[in-house]
C-alpha cells in the first residue's frame, strides 16, 4: 500500500475517533494526539498539548517518547504554586483563597492537591469550588462569596479560556483579586495572568516537524517542556478593586495593560 493511501487511513481512522473521551473531553488536543497515535504507527506525530505527555499515556517518557511520536507539552504542575504566591504578593493580607477546578478536566484531581500542597506552604487556606459549565460558573458566584475569600484562584482549563468574558465579569461583581493561566484573560480585563508562552510552545513543534522532515526520528527528539512564561498584569483592574501592584512584580511583567 503506497504512502498516499496510507495517509488517507490515517486521516479517516483519526476523524473517527478524534471525539474527547471523558477523561479528555476539556483537552481536545490531547485526545486528537491520542487518537493518533492509535491510528498510525509508522507515519510521524508531532503533538502540541497543555497536559502531562507521560502521565496521559501519549509517550512512555519524556527523554525518549516512542518510535513515532514526539511534541512539545506547555504543561508544569509548578504553575499551580506560582499562581498562588502571585496571588500572595498582590493582597498579602489575604489568608483564604477560593480556587475555581473544572472536575470534567483530567488533571482536577491533581490541581486541587497541587493547590493544597502549596496552599499549606504558604500558610493559606483553600476552599475548592467546582464549575463545569456555563450554568456552574453563574452559580460559583454565590459559592465564593458565601467563602468569604480574599482572592480568587482560577484552574488551567480550555473551558474556562473558552468562558474568560464570563469568569472576569464573575470577579468584577465579586470585586476579588483573581489569577488566571492565560495571558488573553488578562488582556480582556482579568487581574493577572501567569503561564507558559504557548505561542513559544507552537513554534517550537513547527521546529520538530521541520527537523523530522529533514530526517530525524521522533524517538530521538525529546518532548520539550516550556521555557518562556507570560505574565500580565492589568492595571486598570487592579485601580477598579482598589489595589496597588508591587513595583518589583511590575518590573518583572512581560506585558501591563495601562
Given amino acids: 500500500m503506497g504512502a498516499q493511501s496510507t495517509r488517507s487511513i490515517a486521516i479517516s481512522d483519526l476523524r473517527a475517533d478524534a471525539a474527547p473521551s471523558p477523561r479528555y473531553r476539556n483537552d ?11 491510528a498510525v504507527t509508522e507515519i510521524p506525530i508531532v503533538f502540541s498539548i497543555g497536559s ?4 496521559d499515556g501519549l509517550v512512555s517518557s519524556l527523554n525518549k517518547p516512542g518510535n513515532n511520536i514526539t511534541g512539545v507539552t506547555f504543561f508544569t504542575n509548578a504553575l499551580t504554586a506560582k499562581r498562588l504566591e502571585l ?3 498582590i493582597v498579602p493580607s489575604a489568608a483564604r483563597i477560593a480556587a475555581l477546578i473544572n472536575p470534567k478536566n483530567a488533571r482536577a484531581e491533581r490541581d486541587s492537591a497541587d493547590l493544597r500542597k502549596a496552599a499549606a506552604s504558604l500558610g493559606l487556606h483553600v476552599e475548592i469550588i467546582h464549575a463545569g459549565s456555563a450554568d456552574e460558573l453563574d452559580a460559583s458566584l454565590g459559592t465564593i462569596a ?11 482549563d480550555a473551558f474556562f479560556a473558552s468562558r474568560r468574558g464570563q469568569l472576569i465579569v464573575l470577579s468584577a461583581r465579586l470585586g476579588i483579586p483573581t489569577v488566571y493561566s492565560q495571558r488573553e484573560v488578562a488582556i480582556a480585563g482579568g487581574l493577572i495572568a501567569y503561564g507558559s508562552d ?3 510552545s507552537h513554534r517550537q513543534s513547527g521546529t520538530y516537524v521541520g527537523r523530522i522532515l529533514k ?10 517542556q516550556p521555557t518562556k512564561f507570560d505574565l500580565v498584569i492589568n492595571l486598570r483592574t487592579a485601580k477598579a478593586l482598589g489595589l496597588t501592584i508591587p513595583p518589583t512584580l511590575l518590573a518583572r511583567a512581560d506585558e501591563v495593560i495601562e
Fill in 28 to 38: 481536545w488536543w490531547t485526545s486528537v494526539a491520542l487518537a493518533a497515535k492509535q
Fill in 52 to 55: 502531562d505527555p507521560v502521565e
Fill in 87 to 89: 496571588l500572595r504578593d
Fill in 146 to 156: 458565601r467563602t468569604q475569600a480574599d482572592a480568587l484562584w482560577v484552574a488551567s
Fill in 198 to 200: 504557548v505561542a513559544d
Fill in 215 to 224: 530526517g530525524d526520528k521522533p524517538i530521538e527528539l525529546p518532548v520539550l
